[in-house]
T-cell receptor, first 113, second 113 residues
Framework: DQQVKQNSPSLSVQEGRISILNCDYT??????FLWYKKYPAEGPTFLIS?????DKNEDGRFTVFLNKSAKHLSLHIVPSQPGDSAVYFC????????????FGQGTRLTINP | EPEVTQTPSHQVTQMGQEVILRCVPI?????FYWYRQILGQKVEFLVS????????KSEIFDDQFSVERPDGSNFTLKIRSTKLEDSAMYFC???????????FGSGTRLTVV
């Protein structure tokens, strides 16, 4: 079951530059998408979300873009900071369901000084 | 900031033994969930719980698993007869209404030997 895919297991970015994390999905019923950040030995922490009726949502250094026709979303972090080093998960939901989240495999982001 | 608390942080058990993983969700939350992450794999939905009953469960959540909200504050996951393949991080989550409020605990690492 690969309904949500993050094809890059890891990404390395220099401090101050832009980090772009990608996520693809296959289920056209998904109508809400979330990004979570996870540090070792901690649970996923909510970062930012986007509804399927929007194509962009911005919160400080974090912006999520949604391309519904391509079933693709991306998370942009700019400027990247060392504290951003973590595993980032994309998750999707069908609002009218039981609010279960379907997660991607995660991308490990490393910010180099 | 309110948080979801899980105990214990690490549990080691022998194959065939019963384990109970405990969670204290955020007090005004109405929806409760268990997820698991096998090492190196995705975070996977197990079960959702609302209004004192299971609202949805995955195919992973077979007869060996059960959930309970015994006293209005705790939310437990019981595995009756553990198998080696049950070794994973188990995350509890709770939510009030909007998906942005979906909050995860730090997880319990279950090791079955």
């Amino acid at each position: 079951d690969q309904q949500v895919k993050q094809n890059s297991p890891s990404l390395s970015v220099q401090e101050g530059r832009i980090s772009i994390l990608n996520c693809d999905y296959t289920n056209s019923m998904f109508d809400y998408f979330l990004w979570y950040k996870k540090y070792p030995a901690e649970g996923p922490t909510f970062l930012i979300s986007i509804s399927s009726i929007k194509d962009k949502n911005e919160d400080g250094r974090f912006t999520v873009f949604l391309n519904k026709s391509a079933k693709h979303l991306s998370l942009h972090i700019v400027p990247s900071q060392p504290g951003d080093s973590a595993v980032y998960f994309c998750a999707a939901n069908i609002i009218q369901g039981a609010q279960k989240l379907v997660f991607g495999q995660g991308t490990r982001l490393t910010i180099n000084p | 900031e309110p948080e979801v608390t899980q105990t214990p942080s690490h549990q080691v058990t022998q194959m065939g033994q019963e384990v109970i993983l405990r969670c204290v969700p955020i007090s005004n939350h109405l929806y409760f969930y268990w997820y698991r992450q096998i090492l190196g794999q995705k975070v996977e939905f197990l079960v959702s719980f609302y209004n004192n009953e299971i609202s949805e469960k995955s195919e992973i959540f077979d007869d060996q698993f059960s959930v309970e909200r015994p006293d209005g504050s705790n939310f437990t996951l019981k595995i009756r007869s553990t198998k080696l393949e049950d070794s994973a991080m188990y995350f509890c989550a709770s939510m009030s209404r909007g998906l942005d409020g979906y909050t995860f605990g730090s997880g319990t690492r279950l090791t079955v030997v």
